[in-house]
């Protein structure tokens, strides 16, 4: 159960919240004629916390979010908000903000009155215009045509727009997209404060890099299924160093790797005589192939980092 504190919003007052904020997706699946975008999904997204939806170009990201937003029709399985479907929700944009893509502006608008012209369909006062443009550090060019934004402008002001109606379940597909550093610490540091104040903060990204800094949990998609979901430590736990070492007497070193680091070792497709030996250092397989009299012609200290788990398990890369 999560306690949201005042700052919350309205809805808030007085209130936990339980399963209200839950976001969940159950065996869900899309196909567009033969193109099967999203298959057999399922994650559960928790309040309160930051979680990060990742997978390469084309995984099914996208129609994930548009199914959970009502905005296209599952082939199989539901997407719920709190347990709703979006279009059976009461007042679907206090409980969810949205940003799918780069949202359109009309250029000659400025961006309070582009705001404006959302708050009344949000149902929230002029006033409330003036608090997100804040929010997002918008407030001192709040007077100027956005036409004249730049794309971490535009993408600001996407945000502001979500945050109108003090939706407690935050969908944005990929804001991190075409801001700069300064601003992508920006995002991560407004992401955080939402999801503190008991928010459900959904983000997808293609690159885990983009937001290992700001997500608290992870869900990793490749070709529409699910690959991994956990908190970001799981992920870190299947990090990996290890060494490379190669041999002329290919038969005497796999014959010592069994003995010594029987399960821990793979040979190098294509390099016939080198392993890969994880969980030790070079001095260590030095030290054991010395003294078994195995002549080493390579002894290489390797790392699979983060961004390397994340490439294995979406498969782009195989090695
Ligand atoms: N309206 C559509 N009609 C036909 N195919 C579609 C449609 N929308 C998506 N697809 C296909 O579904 C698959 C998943 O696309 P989707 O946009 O959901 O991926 P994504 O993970 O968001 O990718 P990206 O990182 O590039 O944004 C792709 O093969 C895409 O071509
Ligand atoms: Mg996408």
Redesign the pocket.
Known sequence: MTQVGEAAGPWAVDRTVDDEGVVEVRGLS?S??T?R??DDLSFRVLPGRVTGFL????????????MLLGL?RPTAGSATIGGRLYQDLQRPQRVVGAALEAASFHPGRTARDHLRVYAPQVAVPDTRCDEVLALVGLDQVAHRRVGGFSLGMRQRLGLATTLLGDPRVLVL??PANGLDPEGIRWLRDLLRHLAREGRTVLV?S?VLSEVQQTVDDVVI?AR?RLVHASPLSGLAALTRTGVRVASPDADALRRLADEVWAGRWREVPGRPGALEVDDVDAPAVGRVAFAAGVELHELTPTVVGLEDVFLRLTGTVTA
């Open positions: 899309k567009f004629g193109v975008a999203v997978g390469p170009n084309g995984a099914g990201k996208t129609t994930t979010l548009r296209v597909d990929e997808s293609h998609i529409g």
